[in-house]
């Protein structure tokens, strides 16, 4: 077996390079690992939590290697894993998570209080999240591997799906969380907040968890597009105008039942202003749209420190939210990482099964490992595309 290794590290605001990494090892610090498997990465895709390390928003360390979203096969097993054997293809929940302490024992895997000596949750290559190697990689190591993998079926059915089933690693079960923490179901009429990626599965989410009416806003004309292709309403936020009045054009009703932010802490004015950065506007936006006594999910990320912040509180995570109109309107909000396990069997069951196309839904689009540099800009320019790498080739033939 070859030990060489590649990864996608992190060289300063705007950089990313593919390098030679050590090949993982069965190891944490200086004892073994023996509940943890290796991996040979079979997808491993960009996310837009990484564009956010990458332009410099974060206090993330220079040689960082990056990805969490990682789907893989088992090469090698430590000595106390007993479910999972060399050949087993797997899903990696981005979240970390021990299966022993209190939270993971209640199905809060985001917030593992065991894998992270910073604070609760980790994940792999993410700042402030524990340490961990990142899955843009040739291979990776995974801890915990029996709690934390999800072991698909069949191998073979699983590579012809494998567009699919890569986003079982976070965006689908992320913008699922988002739908299910903002109440949405048959006959709900939501808006989602941003039509990248996570925005865009988020929208699918709530198709399939039953929702008559899902709305699309953002400002990028091709995204709103690829919104439309699956059959979303969609709200272009550069134009000005009361959104309350842009929903009430779609719905005839001026709120709507449910509300997901997937923009997060970059958040953008919207009108004439929207080139100007309003890390609050999303959930000021939701407490005014969203229905007295409806749910807010928030998926979308919120950081304790912007080193990029445009004002000062903002740099210490700090926002002007106007919170008491959702305190008046009784809305509940729900924020977090989310617990990957406790949705992604089903997600891979309604793949399997044919009951969603999340990959067509985000327009996947299957680059190298080498193309990755070139894969965070196209990102970062705003292409409509879930970019997902194929180190090995595996994809391709």
């Known amino acids: 077996m070859s030990t060489a290794n590649r990864g996608v590290v992190y060289k300063g605001p705007g950089k990313v390079a593919v390098e030679s990494i050590p090949f993982p090892e069965l190891a944490l610090g200086n004892r073994k690992c023996q509940h943890g498997v290796i991996l040979k990465v079979i997808t491993t895709n960009i996310c837009g939590s990484d564009q956010h390390m990458v332009r410099g928003r974060t206090t993330a360390p220079e040689g960082l290697v990056l990805g969490h979203e990682i789907t893989g096969v088992v090469l090698e097993t430590g000595r106390d894993v007993e479910f999972l054997k060399p050949g087993d293809m797997v899903s990696v929940p981005f979240n970390i998570a021990c299966g022993r302490c209190r939270n993971c024992k209640e199905g809060q895997t985001g917030i593992c209080l065991n894998v992270n000596p910073a604070r609760p949750g980790a994940a792999y290559g993410y700042v402030d999240m524990g340490g961990w190697v990142g899955g843009q ?32 690693s976070d965006i689908f079960p992320t913008g699922f969380h988002g739908c299910v923490t903002a109440g949405v179901g048959p006959g709900s009429t939501v808006y989602v907040a941003g039509a990248g990626p996570v925005g865009l599965a988020a929208a699918v989410s709530a198709q399939l968890l039953g929702a008559a009416c899902v709305i699309v806003g953002d400002m990028i004309d091709e995204r709103l597009a690829q919104a439309r292709s699956f059959g979303c309403e969609t709200i272009d936020l550069t134009q000005d105008g009361d959104m309350p009045d842009k929903i009430e054009a779609i719905t005839g009703e001026r709120e709507v039942d449910a509300f997901v932010d997937c923009v997060g802490f970059e958040a953008h004015a919207c009108g004439c202003n929207h080139g100007k950065e309003a890390p609050a506007a999303v959930l000021n936006s939701a407490m005014e749209v969203t229905r007295a006594g409806g749910q ?25 939210m106007r919170f008491g109109q959702g305190w008046a309107k009784s809305h509940s909000f729900h924020t ?5 396990m406790k949705y992604h069997r089903q997600l891979m069951q309604a793949i399997l099964f044919d009951k969603v196309k999340i990959a067509d839904a985000v327009n996947v689009q299957m680059i190298t490992l080498d193309d990755a540099p070139k894969g965070y800009a196209d990102f970062d320019g705003g292409a409509p595309k879930k970019f997902v790498m194929d180190p090995h080739g595996s994809v391709a033939a």
């Open 137 to 168: 990689t040739d291979y990776v190591m995974v801890p915990y591997a029996d709690f934390n993998l999800l072991k698909f079926p069949d191998a073979d059915q699983a590579m012809e799906k494998i567009q699919d089933l890569t986003l079982l």
């Open 296 to 320: 807010v999910g928030i998926p979308g990320l919120y950081v304790t420190e912007d080193p990029g912040a445009s004002d000062e509180a903002a740099k210490q995570g700090s926002l002007s």
């Open 336 to 340: 977090g990482q989310c617990p990957v």
